[in-house]
């Protein structure tokens, strides 16, 4: 059986630093047997990589891009907590923010970003609940935000 770190070698990723928090929080937090992701936003070495917000200016496959990103860091947000990704019973729950001007209404399409790339490297355990809403404005102006919540062992 593969494991999720090995499926993320055969997909040609690798799970970035978890960045330090830019406020009072933590990055995940174990309780019981599940681990909640505080939001992740699409940073790649250490940088926003775009701002903005869909329907003006940001299109919908980009961002769906960049939740596929902001998912693999809660991906590494999750392994930080548990060690190791073969712990991951399920991921149970997706939520994901989209900066959105009022006229637009593709929220569920970026999420698919994230929630493929779940699937991808989870197989059956990455599939989930998800809700995808769009708000006025993330922080530092990013498009997208992604967090989890996924059952461990």
Do not use: W
Not at 5 to 10: F, G, H, T
Request: proline share 7%.
């Amino acid at each position: 059986m593969t494991t999720p770190e090995q499926k993320l070698a055969e997909l040609g990723l690798s799970l970035p630093d978890v960045p330090t928090p830019a406020g009072a929080y933590v990055p995940a937090v174990r309780s019981g047997d599940h681990v909640y992701t505080s939001g992740q936003l699409p940073f790649v070495d250490g940088k926003l990589t775009r701002t903005g917000k869909l329907g003006a200016g940001v299109t919908t496959e980009e961002a769906a891009a960049l939740a596929r990103v902001c998912a693999l860091n809660a991906v590494a947000a999750l392994k930080s907590e548990v060690g190791d990704l073969s712990r991951v019973v399920r991921i149970v729950k997706v939520v994901v923010f989209v900066a959105s001007d009022p006229a637009y209404t593709e929220q569920p399409k970026v999420g698919n970003g994230a929630s493929e790339l779940l699937a991808e490297v989870f197989g059956d355990l990455g599939r989930h609940a998800r809700s995808a809403v769009g708000v006025a404005v993330l922080p530092l102006d990013s498009p997208v935000e992604v967090e989890l919540i996924a059952e461990v062992s």
